[in-house]
């Protein structure tokens, strides 16, 4: 007699493989589909870098006047929606409400042309992007001016960027967000703060290799520096554009206390 055991190869044992090889084709299936709907979402509120879409040119900071707004837009629908809960939001508005943010508020610089925005990329780090102004997109607010053309503007976006990712690299709904990027960027371009700015530029570059703007230094209109008013002439005030960008980020951001209303 041998000692040798036989191998199940009966019916059972063949049902048995192929409930293993099912149930594996299964899960990878559900594994894929989970990818599948988490891209979905992430492209639906707009996730990831987009192409810098300021024509190439010379920065410059001592331009003519330009109109500086604020402006806001909604981030709505399913994409809202995990948006919110990513960032924590939805856990906050559910506690107070038992309901979602939805339409969440993204708020950025517009000058000219351009829309200049922190947005996240796929990991929630926050990132600069750019686009063209859709007027019927946005719900502006004048704040102020600046003398920055596009491309100098966009350094000066980047520079934001950059140092606010050296702080923390991951957006945060109170700390890391889109009006802090909007009050620093407004802090750097708005009249009167040349010197602060080129000092805070220079550190940028030294840090990065990036960023080239000519004649850096060279203040073509000192006269919109603070001032002493012993010749009789009221100092020009630099945070006057990021007080009103505050103040108007203030009286039209929903606060969570007041979405039951804004959703009734």
């Not at 041998?2 to 063949?14: L, N």
């Not at 809202?80 to 610089?109: C, N, R």
């Not at 829309?115 to 102004?133: A, F, P, R, S, T």
């Not at 550190?203 to 703007?213: L, M, N």
């Amino acid at each position: 007699m041998s000692d040798e055991v036989p191998q199940d190869v009966g019916p059972q044992s063949s049902h048995t493989s192929k409930f293993k090889v099912l149930l594996k084709e299964g899960l990878n299936r559900g594994h894929d589909q989970l990818i599948k709907t988490k891209l979905v979402l992430e492209h639906s509120v707009g996730l990831g870098q987009k192409p810098n879409i300021i024509p190439p040119g010379e920065a410059n900071i001592n331009g003519d006047l330009r109109r500086v707004e604020i402006g806001w837009h909604p981030v709505g629908g399913l994409g809202g929606k995990w948006f919110a809960e990513k960032t924590g939001l939805g856990k906050m508005i559910t506690k107070e409400i038992h309901s979602y943010p939805d339409p969440t508020q993204h708020w950025a610089v517009l000058v000219g042309d351009y829309v200049h925005e922190l947005w996240m990329d796929e990991n929630l780090d926050i990132i600069y992007i750019n686009e063209k102004i859709n007027q019927e997109e946005w719900h502006t607010y004048e704040v102020g001016n600046t003398r920055f053309n596009d491309e100098a503007l966009r350094q000066a976006s980047e520079m934001v960027i950059h140092n606010m990712r050296d702080k923390r690299p991951a957006y945060n709904l109170i700390s890391n967000n889109c009006q802090n990027f909007a009050v620093n960027l407004l802090d750097s371009i708005q009249i009167g703060a040349h010197k602060e700015f080129a000092t805070s530029f220079q550190v940028y570059q030294r840090a990065t290799g990036a960023g080239d703007i000519k004649d850096l230094w060279d203040d073509k209109h000192p006269e919109e520096q603070d001032q002493d008013q012993a010749d009789g002439i009221k100092p020009l005030k630099k945070a006057d554009t990021v007080s009103q960008a505050q103040q108007v980020m203030e009286q039209n951001t929903t606060k969570l206390d007041n979405h039951r209303k804004f959703f009734s």
